[in-house]
């Protein structure tokens, strides 16, 4: 009964405000493609919703810190871009002439931000939107939306 109240005592203690620190993370999006990019986070199961919107300038950089809480949440690019971990994929526009869509997912593609075996949620990543990025980008045939 001593060692039931021992264990019962400690694991109260275990429970107090002293857990230590969350992570921090340092996370960095560039725009190196030639063209204005839009970055378009939605949920696909809600295709109406309005997406949340990033705009990146030609050369421009977007950095973020977060620190984590207790419990630990992790950060990823999908947090990075969107605010949150609901949404699931991307649209990236490419000066309204091509664009991208990517889902997240684990299918080992280097150029997918929210690929998480590829950017995973290291304490620092960062992603380069490359003029590659927009020649392999699909073309709108008019204006992208």
């Avoid at 919703?49 to 992790?74: C, H, R």
């Amino acid at each position: 009964m001593k060692n039931l109240c021992l264990l019962v005592v400690l694991s109260l203690l275990a429970c107090g405000e002293n857990l230590g620190e969350g992570d921090v993370y340092y996370y960095s999006i560039e725009n190196k493609s030639g063209r204005p990019i839009v970055i378009k986070s939605y949920r696909s199961d809600f295709p109406d919703v309005t997406p949340e919107i990033t705009s990146l300038a030609t050369d421009e950089k977007l950095e973020k810190v977060f620190k984590d809480g207790l419990p630990p949440s992790g950060y990823s690019f999908k947090v990075f871009l969107s605010g949150s971990s609901l949404y699931d994929s991307l649209v990236i526009i490419y000066g309204n002439e091509r664009m991208a869509i990517f889902e997240e997912g684990c299918n080992q593609n280097q150029r997918n931000p929210i690929d998480y075996c590829i950017n995973s949620d290291d304490f620092t990543e960062d992603f380069v939107f490359t003029e590659e990025d927009f020649n392999n980008a699909m073309e709108c045939g008019g204006p992208c939306d």
